[in-house]
């Protein structure tokens, strides 16, 4: 898949909010560890990923997060 699919793919569930991830990353067995600022600390394992508590998370950022969680979009987004 071209990299222009992969972002339009990203794009759609860039009005994702801070707060709908944090609810899935829980429902996947991710752990609250702290808030630093505006961001939440998880972790499970080894993985370590921190989201912004903002209206709407950027799709760059989204991509970094379900890195950091080693998840794919879909994961995340079956458990919203």
């Known amino acids: 898949m071209s990299a ?3 972002r339009r793919r ?3 569930a860039a009005n994702l909010s801070g707060d709908e991830v944090c609810r899935a990353l829980k429902r996947l067995g991710f ?3 702290r808030q ?3 961001h ?3 972790a499970k394992g080894g993985r370590h990923p921190r989201v912004p508590v903002h209206r709407e998370i950027r799709p760059k ?3 970094s997060i379900l890195k950091q969680a080693d ?3 879909v994961e ?3 458990n919203l």
């Open 36 to 38: 630093t600022g505006s």
């Open 10 to 12: 990203l794009g759609w």
């Open 31 to 33: 752990v609250f560890q």
């Open 40 to 42: 939440r600390h998880y």
């Open 61 to 63: 950022t989204l991509q």
């Open 4 to 6: 222009s699919g992969r």
């Open 71 to 73: 998840l794919t979009l």
């Open 76 to 78: 995340l987004l079956a």
